[in-house]
């Protein structure tokens, strides 16, 4: 069974790829971080990669359902360039700003191979059982 083949797994491996290279960019910021003239740089984010994709709605198929309250736009952070400061020589890495992005990206990683090891797991049981 081929996995690259299935949506989610596509999406993952998408999702890991993005991840890493944020990775990267926010380690060569912090190496940098005294470097005159350095501007920190950072990857758009992901929802820029899932655009054009339509989310997955919910259907009510009785109207004893309860409706969902949820809404399907995915949030954005904007405009959070403007709160750090850059330093005399014209640095504006910011380790605190990094170590941040850093910690987010870590989660997110670790979400991710959660979420594909457990799907892997579920598509095992199902081959088994089937």
């Given at each position: 069974m081929d996995?690259?083949?299935?949506?989610?797994?596509?999406?993952?491996?998408?999702?890991?790829d993005y991840l890493a290279q944020r990775q990267k960019l926010i380690a060569e910021n912090v190496v940098n971080a005294n470097t005159p003239d350095y501007q920190a740089r950072d990857l758009k984010s992901f929802d820029s990669v899932m655009e054009g994709i339509r989310p997955v709605e919910t259907?009510?198929?009785?109207?004893?359902?309860?409706?969902?309250?949820?809404?399907?736009?995915?949030?954005?952070?904007?405009?959070?360039?403007g709160l750090w400061e850059s330093t005399p020589s014209g640095n504006a890495v910011s380790l605190e700003q990094e170590m941040i992005k850093?910690?987010?990206t870590r989660d997110a990683f670790a979400l991710t191979t959660s979420l594909f090891q457990r799907n892997?797991?579920?598509?095992?049981?199902?081959?088994?059982?089937?």
């Open positions: 996995l690259s083949k299935i949506g989610f797994f596509q999406l993952a491996g998408t999702r890991l259907a009510r198929t009785s109207a004893l359902h309860l409706a969902s309250t949820r809404t399907t736009t995915p949030y954005r952070e904007e405009g959070k360039a850093g910690s987010e892997v797991q579920m598509l095992r049981m199902a081959w088994r059982n089937g």
